[in-house]
């Protein structure tokens, strides 16, 4: 593999990458009502849940590029791509991911070439998935990804940072960092 492609498939990776899932706390309904006759924290239940929409949220984006690739026959311009991508991540974030999933180019004969990129996937579910702070319309979230050496993309263990921010009452990817911690 190519040094910039490999590059870019780590910090790709490091955008939002991972294999394993987080299963949110389920809350609401009955439980949290017996919860109120038991005494017990409702606020603290309601933080749980809160904070499981922002798992799912992260989760759902994450699985997006698998989206195209199974509408693929849908996926007939770099527009077709950065919507799916606008349904899990604010414009600027879809709009690099879609960069690399949307291959535009002119060919040697000056032929417009435009496609899905075959080359390795950019998202994938991180290990393990925390949410650090949560307040109001903003997020942030720590995503844990374990190495991964065994192919066909390799990555070293690593921490991202992902800001969220909810979007019209939808809570979408709006930043990521490499956590130097």
């Known amino acids: 593999m190519r ?3 490999l590059f870019f498939v780590l910090a790709a990776a490091v955008v939002l990458s991972g ?3 987080f299963m949110a706390p389920q809350t609401g309904g009955k439980k949290e009502e017996a919860a109120v006759e038991e005494g017990a924290d409702v606020s603290s239940m309601r933080q749980k849940k809160k904070a499981g929409e ?3 949220a992260i989760e759902y984006a994450l699985s997006l590029e698998k989206a195209v690739w199974d509408a693929k ?3 007939h311009s770099r527009e077709d791509v950065l919507g799916v991508f606008r349904r899990g991540f604010g414009k600027k974030k879809a709009e690099e991911i879609t960069d690399w999933v949307w ?3 002119v060919d040697r004969e000056g ?3 435009e496609m899905l ?3 390795e996937p950019v998202l994938a579910i991180p290990d393990r998935i925390e949410i650090l702070e949560h307040e109001g319309g903003r997020a942030t979230a720590v995503l844990t990804y374990a190495d991964n050496l065994d192919g066909p993309v390799v990555w070293a263990g690593h921490t991202v940072v992902a800001t969220l921010e909810n979007e019209d009452g939808a809570w979408k990817i709006y930043d990521t ?3 130097t911690q």
């Open 19 to 21: 294999c394993a899932t």
């Open 73 to 75: 026959e849908r996926m």
């Open 54 to 56: 922002v798992v799912r």
């Open 103 to 105: 291959i535009s180019a």
């Open 111 to 113: 032929n417009r070439i």
């Open 117 to 119: 990129n075959p080359g």
């Open 3 to 5: 040094a910039s492609a």
């Open 177 to 179: 960092r490499i956590s």
